[in-house]
Nanobody, 127 residues
Framework: QVQLVESGGGLVQAGGSLRLSCAAS????????MGWFRQAPGKGREFVAA????????RYADSVKGRFTISRDNAKNTVYLQMTSLKPEDTAVYFC????????????????????WGQGTQVTVSS
């Protein structure tokens, strides 16, 4: 069982930056691939970024590529999402998720393959 708690959301002006954190409970954090998803008002949840359990492999949605960076610190049981050059269309609730990882470089961008989810943190970007 893994519990995930996101933090770092807030209100920011367009062009600004935020760093989201997701703290995981348990001693097996390094066994999981991690991902960030978001859900804007009236829309479905969409993939944002993912990282392998070692941190060596990452993947991003085209809409955030070059602006967002996912990273993890296995010693701190935490995954991060550094967001820069924020746009109003980035406004959403951001969720982190954990997926059981069968091998070191495994990552997934499919919502249905994640096993655990956090409660989400709101990010609002004003124009």
């Amino acid at each position: 069982q893994v519990q995930l708690v996101e933090s770092g959301g807030g209100l920011v002006q367009a062009g600004g930056s935020l760093r989201l954190s997701c703290a995981a409970s348990g001693r097996t954090f390094s066994s999981y691939a991690m991902g960030w998803f978001r859900q804007a008002p009236g829309k479905g949840r969409e993939f944002v970024a993912a990282i392998s359990r070692s941190g060596g492999t990452t993947r991003y949605a085209d809409s955030v590529k070059g602006r967002f960076t996912i990273s993890r610190d296995n010693a701190k049981n935490t995954v991060y999402l550094q967001m820069t050059s924020l746009k109003p269309e980035d406004t959403a609730v951001y969720f982190c998720a954990a997926a059981i990882s069968p091998f070191t470089t495994y990552i997934t961008w499919s919502e249905g393959t994640y096993d655990y989810w956090g409660q989400g943190t709101q990010v609002t970007v004003s124009s």
